[in-house]
């Protein structure tokens, strides 16, 4: 027999850890975690890194306690994930670099607490260390994510379920979107746990339960669809700096480029730029419109640009005809809270700060929804700027089902490391969501179209710039998650956690599964 500690005995020693040691590997084990988001999307890490967190959690048995391993879990996680939250300030160092490390912490920190009050809140309900304990940290972790969603206005930016989108698991969101994914993900690292506690036969186990969730995926991978005499969308990626962007020196090579770029040979049906493409206002350049339309050969233009409706400032998605007439505005209305406008700036405007009110300038004000506008030879089309595409709700407030969804969007906000790609995945996860392609034009990248089974063509590297020709891929039949949404898996694990919380004051040890080297 060997000497070689077993598995359950490495797991037996978290017991033992001193409370700063415990915070520092939850910070640790969270941090790693996150590189199963794009673009190294080492999935892998995400489950070992959830499955180390549950263990140091596991047998603290005052709510608080655990509530502080899950923050420092999460604070770890978020901190890596979301590291792209500084590049907007150093657009501009000099001025505002200063607040990019405050930014991150306060961030990271900030959206850990929802991991913290899920873990302190199971710890509450659940008395016991074993399987009860793991399903319910696993439905409020799910839940702790889609509540990040909704709470103020909602960012659903890295939830666990992104890790799979590089998998073929990315086909459960037909069924269940981001939700399902999350909850995959949770439910593989958290039952890891206890496989590794009974190596035999717990890991053959768990390694075949691990393996379904990508056999099901690939089963429903639909195949591509047939583009033949379909509509060619013109992407147009002029790849320009944030730093030049709005630089009234460079601004008009920019322009140039951009159309340059649009009159390249080819006969697309559509011609698309990214969002803010015109750096000037709309109501500025009537003159430059038939120059527009005239480089996209006269053929629909879709171009962002920012323009003004008495004191208030928008962002706007234009649809220009041939001829240079304006043919369509959306207006952005998903705004992004302290970087398009302040929260509650409009109240706070009527106690004389009046630099926070929308109205007053002070920041962007949201348009008036979602809805439909009629791309000619396409059909309705539900137009998406940047950070709407992160929303399924937004999608899902369509008034009427898209056969294509538009986004445009400006990345160069995210840098060059995660940012931009992350941004990329969610837009495949919504594609896949609803069964739909979607067209994707970034400045800097990546531009890509992307069909419903998040497949891209016509993908445009970052940091380049280039036009691509590629025909839309036709949309596929309403899927089971664009019926349904969130709503039905929210209130499934609600109740689930209801359940579990009675059954744990009847039952408060929880033993059907103890620690490492327990009993069964």
Request: charged share 15%; with cysteine.
């Amino acid at each position: 027999m060997s000497d070689r500690p077993s598995v359950g005995a490495h797991l037996a020693r978290l017991d033992r850890l001193t409370p700063r040691r415990r915070l520092l590997w939850a910070f640790v084990a969270g941090g790693g975690a996150a590189f199963g988001h794009a673009p190294w999307s080492l999935w892998p890490l995400t489950i070992f890194g959830l499955a180390l967190v549950f263990a140091l959690s596991r047998p603290l048995v005052r709510s608080r306690e655990v509530a502080k391993v899950w923050w420092a879990a999460g604070t770890g996680y978020f901190g890596v994930a979301l590291s792209w939250i500084i590049e907007p300030f150093l657009v501009d160092i000099e001025v505002h670099g200063w607040m990019a490390p405050f930014a991150l912490v306060f961030m990271a920190g900030g959206l850990a607490l929802f991991w913290g009050l899920a873990g302190g809140a199971v710890r509450r309900i659940s008395r016991g260390h074993g399987a009860g304990l793991a399903v319910a940290t696993g439905l409020a972790l799910v839940l702790a994510g889609w509540a990040r969603g909704l709470v103020f206005t909602g960012f659903p930016w890295a939830l666990p379920g992104h890790v799979l989108i590089a998998s073929p698991a990315l086909q459960l969101a037909q069924l269940g979107g981001a939700m399902l994914l999350s909850l995959v993900v949770v439910g593989l690292a958290l039952s890891l746990f206890f496989a590794l506690a009974r190596p035999w036969p717990g890991l053959v186990i768990w390694g075949a339960a691990a393996a379904l969730p990508f056999a099901l995926g690939a089963a429903l991978m639909p195949p591509p669809g047939e583009t033949q005499g379909r509509p060619i969308v013109r992407l147009v990626q002029p790849n320009i700096p944030q730093a030049e962007k709005w630089d009234p020196v460079k601004a008009p090579q920019h322009f140039d480029r951009l159309l340059a770029l649009s009159a390249e040979p080819g006969e697309p049906d559509l011609v698309v730029w990214p969002e803010t493409a015109v750096p000037a206002w709309l109501e500025e350049v009537p003159h430059l419109l038939p120059v527009l339309s005239e480089a996209a050969g006269q053929r629909p233009l879709v171009f962002g640009i920012n323009r003004v409706e008495g004191q208030r400032i928008y962002n706007a998605l234009v649809l220009l005809s041939p001829g240079g007439e304006v043919a369509e505005v959306y207006d952005k209305h998903h705004l992004v809270p302290f970087g398009e406008y302040i929260p509650l700036g409009d109240l706070l405007g009527r106690f004389g700060l009046r630099g926070l009110a929308q109205r007053d300038g002070g920041g962007f004000s949201p348009g008036p929804g979602a809805r439909l506008i009629d791309l000619p030879g396409i059909g309705p089309t539900l137009p998406l700027i940047c950070y709407e595409g992160i929303f399924p709700g937004d999608i899902a407030a369509s008034p009427a089902r898209p056969e294509v969804l538009l986004l445009i969007t400006n990345d160069a906000w995210f840098g060059t490391v995660s940012g931009p790609y992350q941004h990329l995945a969610q837009a495949r996860l919504r594609s896949v969501e609803q069964g739909l392609p979607m067209v994707r034009v970034a400045n800097t990248g990546v531009s890509a179209v992307i069909d419903p089974a998040g497949r891209l063509s016509g993908e445009m590297p970052l940091g380049t710039a280039g036009i691509r020709d590629v025909p839309l891929p036709p949309p596929l039949g309403p899927t089971l998650y664009s019926r349904s949404g969130d709503w039905p898996w929210a209130l499934l694990m609600m109740l689930g956690l209801v359940v579990l919380a009675l059954r744990s004051r009847k039952n408060p040890t929880d033993k059907g599964v103890d620690a490492p080297g327990g009993g069964v």
